[in-house]
């Protein structure tokens, strides 16, 4: 191969500068023969060599069985400098190529001669349009009107509801759609911002992007993530925690209850089973029967998280409970005393369950959504399902830290994709204990130099 | 210690028989000294040596810091005659006492004078009387007016519901209990029965009792599982099915299709999830946006779950797509022509979801319970949460086999002990295919036969 | 069945006692019809109860195919008194009736008619007789002359060899028996002592019998591992730590260095990753080049390893490269500084390996067996291989506890079948950072009580 | 910021030439200021941008705290040209920069100004000069006398030994080093070819690169597979087979030997226990004692394995025991008779062991080495330990699947970097069955096609 085969960025800019000019001839002229309905102009800019968008944009490509040609390609010459490209894509025929455009502009490549988004109105409740946009969990803008909207409540898996009046967009679950919202469907007019790691030494979540070994020594790890919490908390941002009965039955209630105290935890997601042992040790010392104190099973222990259900069933909710005098400490007690909100989702495992848990698992979606917005920042631990839900619910700039010893949970997470979601697999008590510890220290810091 | 002290069955049997004689002056004449208080006289009968029975319960009673000596005891000589021994079981007090017996009666330990049950009325709807008796997965009766009454759908942590007009007992549900409703109370005059572990060859669960291993000849263990699916299909007893996605992901829909097809399922449990992918193949012929043809994926692929259940909920249900020549193959179109019910619960990771899942878990609770009666042969594939759900619905003498490639799942199941309860650790395709090529040749033999 | 059909102790001792007495003629005597030669008369005797020895004995009877009568029960009326029981036991043949006497035998049943063990000269080096005696890791005996003689050095898997004239028998492996070396063959002459499991309050393993669970409440766990090591180290017993390298890649080196320098550790085997990365941290303050500081990789860090093996190379041995004052700290300068023997036993996965590694196996075992003597408790941490080959060189009473943070490892060695064994699924950090504080706060009690 | 301030590579190619064609002159001119001595321009060719080597190479330098400017690009304008960067590195110090360069050197990114490497002596036999050049397993050239040689025989963790006369270059690890052999020491002069990851639709190992999860369809993945080891076979390539006992456990022994029999491997490596219990089944029909006939325990079944390494050893090897008739099937046996060299190596869990086993592992992995060469194809199945150790052997280009279905052996294997790895999380036995199907399909076909 000789030089002159390639795209010469130096010496030969004018010709592809002409190409360029003219996306819109290349990819819209409708009649024209088959080839050209199957290609269209995007273009990528920002830091899109080392932070991986170009490679991956060209590797995608490839992958689904189209083709590229460079345009134009202008490479910040150093690492602060962003750098540009435009691309040529081509598929197999239009739905070919509109599929690689979808997944490439989830990579933040955009066509150049962007349109408006498509509407289309629902026929029914809980029913999309045939061709509704699926959304993903990264910061996405639609065009409407000429000017690009940024969509609110950003999450995966739902539609784009456009309210054309008020110029909003906001992501919509199936469930919650109604009879004539209008619903962006096809590829045109969205645009995707994919995340990009960060270099800076500071940032907590620099290194442990994959982070799921068990065997790194994880102080360090607890470290940071101490301090991103108490960065978030300095600067009044919401600090979501999800958690499973693990917590209660590893002896690491006081650690959460403690965090709640301290003001780290400002929304708490869970299901009937930490609640039911958390009530269960306030009650009666023991968590699924066995003593905390101890180790070792306690007379009728295993009844005792039944019997707490069924107190607080009879006072009517765990608020009433801790009114009554039933409940004097615990997790949900320093909920309740801080005002912390929580929700308490369903599931079919349930005994009871607790008044408080909403056992329709639609509305506990609902209610979670309500109390997402302005979380940065998401501990999880040692609970499989409710870690999945709520990663579902969150746009994928929010910080997410689970904590699993089970390394398979871990990695259900991380594998979503998300670059800002840390997976540590250890021991929930200890893990908490350091934690607690590290943020008293950070705490005490911070007090001196102020 | 001489000979004598020890007590010798042979020789010395009249002054314990008069011992025997009098175990409730023993155990219950009130107002007498506090250690009288604290000891009972249980017997025990049966194989209670080769099934542990015996041992069970006297190292519960030393766990449990208890004592104990023995009054009576007659051993089987031979293997299939059963056994008897009568205990006195002393505790520290009566209520440490009352717990031993309550953890011994599970093993079926009965006090030899036994009393009837205790009822009391619930004062609101969905909430017991503080002390009701929490059941267990095992074979219970309670007596009542002198007689011992069988428990109905026998189901673990709920409580005993008593019609004493009706002379019957039901195990109900925290959340199904209405004011009014009489519970058991305490421990008198319950009596559980303890499964028994089969030696016969002819058995399928014979050997494989903790057959978790992953290092074992399978086809061995999946051989007796079709042994004992055809012997219950043969009776007309039968089969529930549980499963989740994986079974779509691994390509293993078309053995389960067979499997219903052929009439080896007669009630199917399931979540969102396999409805969904299932139906998805069935429109796309992708499970998760992957071909289930050539494994790679496909072109939007990752969004045709949402699309499928996007058609359905616009059809109104799986039936009315089936109806409408939405769905045309697949797991729910097979339920759906041979009249197999199914639940499909809900589960906070939901998407969607398809109108036929039931959004309220305590509903779908229910919705399970009614289908479970006469269940008894329970197969379980690649799904934590709703085998632990139905693991918690059954009753101990069903047999159940939890197949996963996570050994976490099958620990979780076999650990609630059942003796019945099979994990097996493998690979879903593979073990399917072979399940259904054994049952094949079962018919076939059985068609020879006859 | 009526009561006539059961063994009655209490009132049909005579006729059984006259069968009990004859047990010889019923199995021994020679050339009788086949049947005769099929059965043998065995007792046991002790807490055959509550210790499941009984049970378990009848089971595997019946498990294997045989059958069984009673001819003698006397059980212990109260739980500090032992039982007696004696059993009629049939085989289809005399080699089935051999293969489940030497089966119950394991579990303690021993014929009532002992006769000597059979001896047999090896014909060649390292080759056993054909029909030699498997050994158990379970307290033995071997028969001669009349008497019971207790064998030495107990392991599971190899040959016992008797030394007719000095009266002594000895565990001896495959590879380490030379030709003439009388051994132990068939299972005549063999008695088997089982382990008991203890009810006592005071000990440490009481009820962590099968405490592999990762939702257990280990601060609990850890203080009465604490307490064993505690009162081994008081009573002069020896300790014996096998860890693996993930104790430096957490960041643990400085827990163990502590239990060394404390004189918790009387013997420590590990392979040539634990030696050389903990080597690496000395030199270099990384572990897999991954800075145990601050937690991310360093310059030239992943070769690390291999210029601390290639230096230690160097200096001819680990204690040359600490005289010459290389190695400052970690573990194996403590070892070395404090006489602490160890073994470094090799592996095909090793770099270098160190010069101190025992790069033959079978060289390596011995090594081990050499030092294993007189070990009463035995810490294992995160890893497989040498827990599991160690775990083979241990006799049944050895205490053994197994931490790894990968459930897997802690099932295979506690699978393995000794009740003195306790599997621990946690994380090795803060698992060895707690039993140091703990060990810290008990020698603080003792040296404040004295 | 103004497109001035960046690359303009279509307009300003000539100053950029300039700059570039004087690397030397800023990098190397001794005697500057520091902040010459401390950066260097490399240049990248080939598929770099879709194959991720520039991104990884500019984020490498921002991880290591290096910083970079771009002296000129040029990229391929289509998928199939390739594209070209020179860049200007920067690090902190001489040796900083020394360290990064190094790291990129490893994606592939050379200096423009090449020297020779440096070459010393070792002192000792087994001790690598200090400063020694650690191996990868990439493709690697050293510069001698301003040529470039290729590295033969490459393998991570080693040094480089140089013949100057001979102009050549070898890995050899530690152990093997003699006393004057010249190592290659530093960073200068080593070239690192990266992995480039295919796209071509017919590559076995296409989109499998990170197929670790148990929930995919399977059969297409084993398609592939089977389709790389008959071109392999085809091909007249070498496969390699290491393999752990689970083969012979789960009842998969007909399945290997059958790929023994018909040419699919070329060399296999295992461990005692492979061996033990693939004669421990052709002399007894049992495996662990487990009948493979019927999955239950044989009589005694647990020595077997014992007996029949002590028969072997009596035999003097495998090959011996084949010869006498000892062995009459099985996995060695069709070795034996196919002339397939294995290698034994030896582990301190083996018992016996048998004859064949090289017991020092510096030995078994000489012995491995020796028959590596030319393989192109290896296949692991069930066994961590001698997967891993095997796989720190083979150089990168060697495409490797990993069978387990432990996901963490295969997370391990794929780990460690290589873009050949495949995992599959699945069952041994299914796994095999359909291979050996599927190999036998493809033997058909290519026998109809010719």
């Known amino acids: 191969m000789t030089q002159d085969e390639r795209l010469q960025p130096n010496a030969a800019g004018a010709p592809q500068q002409a190409e ?10 409708p009649g024209e023969a088959d080839e050209h309905h199957c290609e269209e102009d995007v273009e990528l800019s920002g830091h899109i060599i080392d932070s991986l968008v170009l490679p991956k944009v060209l590797d995608t490509i490839l992958t689904l069985g189209g083709d590229f040609e460079f345009l134009d390609v202008r490479i910040g010459r ?10 040529r894509v081509r598929g197999r025929s239009r739905d070919h190529l509109q599929w690689i455009l979808a997944q490439i502009g989830a990579h933040g490549a955009v066509p150049v001669a962007p349109t408006d988004c498509r509407l289309q109105p629902c026929e029914r409740d809980g029913v999309f349009p045939d061709e509704f946009y699926a959304t993903t969990n990264l910061h996405t803008d639609v065009r409407l009107g000429g000017e690009w909207i940024h969509v609110q409540r950003q999450e995966m898996d739902c539609a784009i509801r456009v309210d054309p009046e008020a110029r909003t967009a906001v992501c919509v679950p199936m469930s919650d759609v109604k009879r004539g919202d209008l619903i962006v469907v096809g590829h045109d007019g969205i645009r995707v ?10 940032d907590a979540f ?3 992007q994959s982070a799921v070994s068990s065997e790194k020594p994880k102080r360090v790890l607890v470290r940071e993530i101490a301090g991103a919490m108490h960065r978030a908390r300095s600067g009044h941002e919401k600090i979501l925690v999800v958690g499973g009965p693990a917590i209660v039955h590893t002896g690491s209630r006081d650690h959460l209850c403690r965090l709640i105290r301290e003001g780290y935890v400002q929304v708490l997601f869970a299901g009937n089973a930490l609640a039911a042992h958390d009530i269960e040790q306030s009650m009666f010392g023991t968590s699924l029967g066995i003593s905390l104190e101890h180790g070792g099973p306690i007379e009728e222990g295993h009844e005792h998280h039944l019997r707490a259900i069924n107190r607080v069933r ?11 005098g039933l409940i004097r400490d615990g997790i949900f007690y320093e909920c309740i005393r801080h005002d912390v909100p929580f929700v308490l989702a369903g599931s079919i495992r349930d005994d009871g369950p607790l008044p408080d848990v909403i056992t329709d698992v639609v509305e506990a979606q609902r209610a979670m959504r309500s109390l997402i917005d302005g979380v940065t920042f998401c501990l999880m631990i040692a609970t ?7 990663g579902n619910l969150l746009p994928a700039e929010t910080k997410v830290v689970c904590v699993d010893i089970n390394p398979a949970t871990v990695t259900k997470l991380t594998d979503r994709g998300s670059i800002q979601t840390i ?27 102020s």
């Not at 150093?78 to 691309?87: D, G, H, I, R, W």
């Not at 911002?193 to 500071?202: G, I, K, N, V």
């Not at 499989?384 to 709520?390: G, P, W």
């Open 206 to 208: 620099h290194f442990m």
């Open 314 to 324: 009879r006072a009517g909710s765990i608020a009433a409970a801790v009114e009554q």
């Open 384 to 390: 499989t399902l409710h870690s999945i839900a709520v």
């Open 20 to 29: 360029a000019d003219t996306p819109s001839a290349a990819s819209s002229a």
């Open 78 to 87: 150093t690492p602060t400098e962003p750098s540009y490209a435009k691309l």
């Open 193 to 202: 911002r994919p995340q990009r790691p960060s270099h800076r030494a500071e």
């Open 423 to 449: 997976g540590l697999v250890t021991d929930v008590e200890p893990f908490l204990n350091v934690l607690v510890q590290t943020l008293e220290s950070l705490r005490r810091e911070a007090a001196t130099a």
